[in-house]
């Protein structure tokens, strides 16, 4: 059996797009018509350079998505010349139940491959750019598990996001390892460059099966066994459709 790469003592998941449904994927689940170009519309505004002082205020958790939400409207409206359809679109995203939508669990062919690197004396942990969901603060901010996972860190409860190099050095001296002691997983390329900066292993997810192939590689493990047992694991969650 092959013996892990010991050079590395943690690994760092993003969530969404990573481990759950991306925000266009989990938008489209939201059981309205048209849910695939309404989730285009929305996102193409929220990562507009006219909307980003919102978007940073809201991922950093100084703003809810409540608070954030005419802003987005406003420009929206701008846009499209649309004010009666924008409340509509946004219930997509704002609906408190996104998180217990198709998409927001954990695809379950993650499941054995966290612990199996768990068993192998690693450290797995989430870093993630969420949001909450009203002015309260108080609501569910991630669908996940916290019992895969040694710590779950969130943008809007640290006040900082990706791909700010702090965030990733405030998770490192957490976890207190060194970069080149940690591999960052993610679905945004400019995360994965700021993750770079500091001198962490990255991989750049682009679908599961291969990520898991591309951490096997960086890790010097198989995963095989892990891999049999989460297709298993995905046969009977579609079963139970």
């Not at 901010?141 to 996972?149: A, I, N, Y």
């Not at 006040?159 to 207190?176: A, F, N, S, T, W």
Request: hydrophobic letters at 35%; aromatic letters at 8%; a negative charge.
């Amino acid at each position: 059996m092959a013996t892990i790469d010991r050079k590395y003592k943690a690994v760092i998941f993003d969530m969404g797009g990573v481990l759950i449904a991306g925000p266009a994927a989990l938008f489209k689940t939201g059981g309205q018509d048209g849910g695939e170009d309404k989730a285009k519309k929305i996102l193409k505004l929220v990562f507009s350079p006219e909307f980003e002082q919102h978007f940073a205020a809201l991922e950093c958790g100084e703003k809810s998505l409540e608070e954030t939400i005419p802003h987005l409207a406003k420009i929206y409206n701008k846009e499209h010349n649309d004010t009666d359809n924008f409340q509509n679109i946004m219930d997509g995203f704002k609906d408190r139940a996104l998180w217990e939508r198709e998409g927001a669990q954990m695809n379950p062919l993650w499941i054995p491959v966290l612990q199996k690197l768990k068993d192998d004396g690693l450290t797995v942990v989430v870093l993630t750019n969420n949001f909450y969901h009203d002015k309260t603060k108080t609501g569910k901010t991630t669908s996940l598990d916290e019992k895969h996972f040694h710590a779950i860190f969130e943008s809007c409860k640290l006040g900082m996001r990706k791909p700010d190099c702090k965030i990733y050095q405030h998770v490192l001296d957490e976890l207190k390892v060194k970069p080149e002691e940690a591999i960052f997983i993610d679905d945004f390329e400019q995360n994965i460059e700021g993750a770079n900066k500091l001198g962490i292993t990255t991989i750049h997810c682009k679908n599961v099966e291969d990520t898991i192939k591309n951490l096997e590689d960086v890790l010097k493990i198989s995963l095989k066994e892990a891999k049999i047992e989460a297709k298993l694991i995905e046969e009977v969650e579609k079963m139970k459709v």
